[in-house]
């Protein structure tokens, strides 16, 4: 975002207010000036050492109003898991020969699932996935033995969240062309997941900061006193 454009987007909102997320993820929304069709991001920071395995907070949460993204998914299976794969509508699907591509340089997916028995051909792929996250985990869903079901799910809006090392958690809750509610829902969904997904030996203040905010648009804050959900109109 240019600087005028940045400050004309600071002009819609108060910078140091704390919104409802309804209040929030409009003004976020509103902010989404680009030609293209922005994401609507959600960025929760954590009172979680991520350093610790036992606070390390990853899994997957289905947005209920989807991503508004065509997720391009790589899977590694054969046989009967491999049609699975093939029929819930997989990009990619292979085992040594997807292999071969990945560690030749292709990277034209987004995801990467594969069955139990693939993962010791996937392990030699760390340094090629690893760095982009995209390293098949069954706490996220993306090992198992149903390629098919997964497919289907990420497909349909399931999305991966992990912390970062800074117990920051970043996860996109739509496009901007989404209307309010269907924003709220996806935030609702997450946030419900997080609270899930809470650690026994997290202490203190678990969920301590929430910011919403459009792909190239400032970060708009959130109240969480205020976590409850509310009529968008109420906006």
Do not use: C, W
Not at 87 to 107: F, K, P, R, W
Request: avoid cysteine; aromatic fraction near 6%.
């Amino acid at each position: 975002m240019s600087g005028k454009k940045h400050a004309d987007a600071l002009k819609t909102f108060d910078r140091d207010h704390f919104y409802t997320p309804v209040e929030a993820v409009k003004h976020a929304k509103n902010t989404a000036t680009a030609k293209f069709d922005e994401s609507i991001d959600l960025v929760v920071r954590l009172g979680v050492d991520p350093r610790k395995a036992d606070q390390m907070v990853r899994g997957t949460v289905a947005l209920p109003a989807g991503t508004g993204k065509d997720i391009r998914v790589a899977v590694f299976a054969a046989g009967e898991a491999a049609d699975s794969a093939r029929a819930a509508g997989a990009d990619i699907v292979g085992s040594d020969d997807l292999l071969e591509q990945i560690e030749g340089g292709m990277m034209d997916f987004d995801l990467v699932i594969a069955s139990p028995d693939m993962m010791p051909l996937v392990g030699r792929l760390g340094r090629q996935l690893g760095p982009r996250g995209l390293m098949p985990n069954p706490k996220t869903g993306t090992v198992t033995p149903d390629v098919g079901r997964a497919v289907e799910e990420f497909k349909g809006g399931k999305v991966e969240y992990r912390t970062d090392r800074y117990g920051n958690v970043q996860v996109p809750i739509g496009k901007a062309s989404f209307d309010v509610e269907k924003l709220a829902d996806n935030f609702f969904a997450v946030i419900e997941e997080l609270n899930r997904a809470k650690p026994a030996s997290a202490k203190g203040r678990y969920i301590q900061k929430i910011t919403t905010s459009a792909t190239m648009g400032p970060g708009v804050r959130i109240d969480i006193q205020r976590l409850k959900p509310t009529a968008p109109d109420a906006a």
